[in-house]
């Protein structure tokens, strides 16, 4: 299938042709959402604590005598009823990354991959570059563009300069092809791929096709 290259500056610059394999399969909305999924409890600190009655800094002594106070028995102050007490089955550091196989991941990046073209949200970039690195002139061209909410996919080197000029635009991300992931694809409203971001992605799907192949598993 063939798509038409622009450049920053709102100008034609031909066209490019994108593998089927990779743009052309029928969305699965459950591998989107398993690899969604994935990528949200793997980013998660799990650094959440709350101490139990071992932890907490009370008196150690028995709070009154066993017998004769008509009252419930009790021992020390650290138990969870009390002000102050340890808390009962707290939270406690962990990890919270679940397992998903290789290649199910693989798939599911070229399933968001296809559910965005198909949706018509794909657009091929001539080059990421900018000439002065000033955010005024990118956000110029941007609107131009009609670029409000995207995330923009380069090569493995980014451009310095147009790195510097976009990350104080409100909704842009820019990020290397190898950085390309799921969660980010469908955060933004339109995605961007430059001619070397595509070449990338197919050298790194090469085999894959539209039934078997390289990230088919399950």
């Known amino acids: 299938m063939k798509a038409d290259v622009t450049t920053l500056a709102a100008s034609k610059a031909g066209t490019v042709e994108l593998s089927e394999a990779i743009f052309g399969l029928k969305p699965r909305p459950d591998l989107i959402q398993r690899m969604v ?16 009655r071992s932890e907490v800094n ?19 102050k650290s138990v ?5 007490g340890g808390k009962a ?4 550091p962990r990890d919270h990354a679940i397992e998903l196989p290789k290649k199910v991941r693989a798939l599911a990046l070229r399933h968001a991959l296809s559910a965005k073209h198909q949706a018509g949200e794909v657009i091929v970039l001539d080059k990421a ?19 409000t909410n995207v995330l ?24 290397p092809v190898q950085g ?9 409203r339109k995605l961007v791929l430059t001619k070397a971001a595509i070449a990338a992605l197919e050298e790194r799907f090469a085999g894959a096709t539209n039934g078997a192949g390289a990230g088919e598993s399950n």
């Open 89 to 92: 089955f707290g939270p406690k």
């Open 180 to 188: 390309i992931n799921v969660y980010d694809i469908l955060r933004r």
């Open 80 to 84: 969870p009823q009390w002000r102050g």
């Open 58 to 76: 009370v008196t150690g002594k028995k709070m009154y005598k066993q017998k004769g106070t008509g009252g419930a028995r009790h021992g020390d």
């Open 152 to 175: 923009i996919i380069d090569g493995a080197e980014l451009q310095a300069d147009f790195v510097r000029a976009a990350r104080n635009l409100p909704n842009i991300d820019v990020l």
């Open 37 to 52: 999924r994935y990528q949200l409890a793997k980013r998660r600190a799990g650094t959440h604590h709350a101490q139990d």
């Open 129 to 147: 570059e900018s000439n002065d690195g000033k955010t005024s002139a990118l956000r110029d061209q941007f609107a131009k563009l009609d670029w």
